[in-house]
């Protein structure tokens, strides 16, 4: 089972609280939809909405659950390259093939379709992807925030040790996709795209064929939202030095001009 049409499809993804919420916002304002008017609405932790399509983020919790029932549908000690089940695979391309009927040019935004991205690989062979990073201590730190604010939602809740368990899976599959197909894979630390966003959806034009207007992602995004701590206590040397190699695998293979001159490999550090 596979779409055989001109349609160009895009996913966006990245670990959780890595902006990728963001970033589906940002390429909607500059042309590509996003969803097919059934968007899951603002929450908390993201109060300019989420940036998902309902179905397509129903589908992974559902599959998450039935894979491992204590994920809570978004956090698995599950290895990475999960799989659909024959109906959810069914599932998977009505919902491809129905916005394909409707948009020449569309994407979805789900950290959670890293976890599934072989699958719809193998529904979609010419899908269009594009991932971004931040830093592990920010990502963990800002997961562990959360966690702190939402005491009474069970669904915010994570340990320290699931957190850097699931920036680890994600990333470390996020460098995999982007070597195994350099083509059809973008990835951009999340700091880059908010400082050269005009370079940023330059690069997406060109590497998609996609005509996709600028517009500033400066007036999408809360620095508030992005501020992370400048001293992480959550982390011990030998795990800072295993994660700090990971990132800078993913800064060395990430769709940046300038980055290793600037040295600028994650979020900006704002508190």
């Known amino acids: 089972m ?40 603002p929450t908390p932790a993201n109060p300019k909405g989420n940036w998902e399509d309902a179905d397509f983020t129903a589908l992974h919790k559902s599959a998450l659950l039935r894979i491992d029932p204590d994920s809570k549908g978004w956090q698995t000690a599950e290895p990475g390259r999960l799989r659909f089940s024959e109906s959810e695979r069914e ?4 919902y491809v093939q129905k916005r394909n009927q409707k948009f020449k040019s569309w994407g979805w935004k789900d950290p959670r379709s890293l976890l599934f991205l072989d699958e719809w690989l193998s529904l ?59 083509k059809n894979v973008l990835l951009f630390p999340l700091a880059y795209v908010i400082e050269n966003d005009a370079a940023t959806i ?20 809360d620095e508030k939202a992005l501020a992370s701590s400048k001293t992480p206590i959550w982390l011990n040397v030998s795990t800072r030095f295993m994660y700090s190699n990971l990132e800078r695998e993913l800064a060395s293979i990430s769709d940046t001009n300038d980055i290793a001159q600037s040295g600028k490999t994650g979020s900006p550090s704002r508190t």
């Open 2 to 41: 596979t779409t055989t049409n001109t349609n160009t499809v895009v996913c966006i993804s990245g670990m959780h609280r890595s902006g990728t919420s963001l970033f589906a916002n940002w390429l909607q304002s500059c042309g590509l939809v996003i969803g097919d008017g059934n968007l899951n609405g």
């Open 91 to 94: 599932t998977a391309l009505a």
């Open 124 to 182: 979609v062979p010419d899908l269009k992807i594009v991932l971004t990073w931040r830093p592990a201590d920010e990502v963990v730190n800002s997961l562990l925030r959360r966690a702190e604010r939402r005491k009474d939602v069970d669904n915010a809740q994570i340990s320290s040790s699931m957190a850097m368990r699931l920036w680890q899976t994600h990333n470390e599959l996020a460098r995999a996709y982007k070597r195994a197909y350099p």
């Open 202 to 221: 330059k690069r997406i034009n060109e590497a998609f064929t996609l005509e996709l207007k600028y517009s500033p992602i400066a007036t999408l995004y």
